[in-house]
């Protein structure tokens, strides 16, 4: 199973559902996140589970148990709305957990995403890896430092790619391997 882990620095558990990017402080990005993560075209990807890290909130979205998901960021929204309430859909889990706790919980081999990294095409890739990232602001100094310490740097572009399109692209590399 696939895991990704997003971090955001700025997204916030309260906000209003008529203004996601404002409001939420970006928490539309990780909406998109978790389209990107499971939508396909009639179906969803059940072999795939998301993280996404915010404050000292970690909302957990598993693939195969996931019911009542929509691809639009407003739907989305929601899910991520009734888990901060504690009154999660099945598939989805909410935690206290850091975004370092749950890294190094994965127990996988960690693929953190940055432009300067390893081309992605020279890697041996296999479904059981945690590709990390991070939202529109990138990863904090103190963020990257671990994950240099404990992950491999890895790059699907030269170019900057918005954190959903990252996972898009890696999917694009895991259905092709």
Same mark, same amino acid.
């Given at each position: 199973?696939?895991?990704? *882990?997003?971090?955001?620095?700025?997204?916030?558990? @309260?906000?209003?559902?008529?203004?996601?990017?404002?409001?939420? &402080?970006?928490? %539309?990005?990780?909406?998109?996140?978790?389209?990107? +993560?499971?939508?396909?075209? $009639?179906?969803?990807?059940? %072999?795939?589970?998301?993280?996404?890290?915010?404050?000292?909130?970690?909302? &957990?979205?598993?693939?195969?148990?996931? @019911? !009542?998901?929509?691809?639009?960021?407003?739907?989305? +929204? *929601?899910?991520?709305?009734?888990?901060?309430?504690?009154?999660?859909?099945?598939?989805?889990?909410?935690?206290?957990?850091?975004?370092?706790?749950?890294?190094?919980?994965?127990? @996988?081999?960690?693929?953190?995403?940055?432009? @300067?990294?390893? %081309?992605?095409? $020279?890697?041996k890739l296999k479904k059981d890896m945690c590709f990390v990232l991070a939202g529109h602001l990138g990863f904090s100094q103190e963020d990257r430092g671990f994950?240099?310490? *404990?992950?491999?740097?890895?790059?699907?572009?030269?170019?900057?790619? $918005? +954190? %959903? !399109?990252?996972?898009i692209v890696v999917h694009n590399f895991l259905d092709r391997s």
């Amino acid at each position: 199973m696939v895991t990704f *882990i997003v971090k955001s620095n700025t997204a916030k558990t @309260k906000f209003l559902l008529k203004d996601l990017p404002g409001s939420g &402080k970006r928490i %539309d990005v990780l909406c998109r996140c978790v389209n990107s +993560a499971f939508c396909l075209s $009639h179906d969803i990807r059940r %072999d795939t589970v998301l993280y996404l890290c915010f404050g000292r909130k970690t909302i &957990k979205f598993v693939g195969k148990e996931l @019911k !009542h998901l929509t691809p639009d960021e407003r739907g989305i +929204a *929601i899910l991520l709305r009734k888990a901060i309430e504690d009154n999660p859909t099945p598939g989805v889990y909410i935690s206290e957990k850091s975004f370092q706790e749950t890294v190094l919980e994965s127990g @996988k081999e960690i693929i953190y995403l940055d432009e @300067k990294g390893e %081309d992605i095409s $020279h890697l041996k890739l296999k479904k059981d890896m945690c590709f990390v990232l991070a939202g529109h602001l990138g990863f904090s100094q103190e963020d990257r430092g671990f994950l240099e310490r *404990i992950g491999r740097k890895t790059s699907i572009s030269p170019r900057i790619l $918005h +954190a %959903d !399109h990252c996972i898009i692209v890696v999917h694009n590399f895991l259905d092709r391997s």
